[in-house]
């Protein structure tokens, strides 16, 4: 949130979590991009990020530090 300066954030429609970090600001690409932050997918914690695809219906990205 303090990067993104907001709590929330739509994106187009994405097939791929690389596909959504490539449209955000740099830096803002850059912190959601390291180790320490983790990811949930429709509320799903991820225990890979690598090679995620996402699928039609896929509409909640969540990331934490």
Same mark, same amino acid.
């Given at each position: 949130?303090? #990067?993104?300066? #907001?709590? !929330?954030?739509?994106?187009?429609? !994405?097939?791929?979590?690389?596909? #959504?970090?490539?449209?955000?600001?740099?830096?803002? !690409?850059? !912190?959601?991009?390291?180790?320490?932050?983790?990811?949930?997918?429709?509320?799903?914690?991820?225990?890979?990020?690598?090679?995620? #695809?996402?699928?039609?219906?896929?509409?909640?990205?969540?990331?934490?530090?």
């Amino acid at each position: 949130e303090d #990067v993104a300066g #907001v709590g !929330a954030r739509e994106v187009g429609a !994405a097939s791929s979590l690389a596909e #959504v970090i490539s449209t955000l600001e740099p830096e803002l !690409a850059a !912190a959601l991009s390291g180790d320490r932050v983790r990811l949930a997918v429709n509320g799903t914690l991820m225990a890979q990020r690598d090679g995620l #695809v996402l699928k039609d219906g896929d509409d909640s990205l969540s990331f934490r530090r």
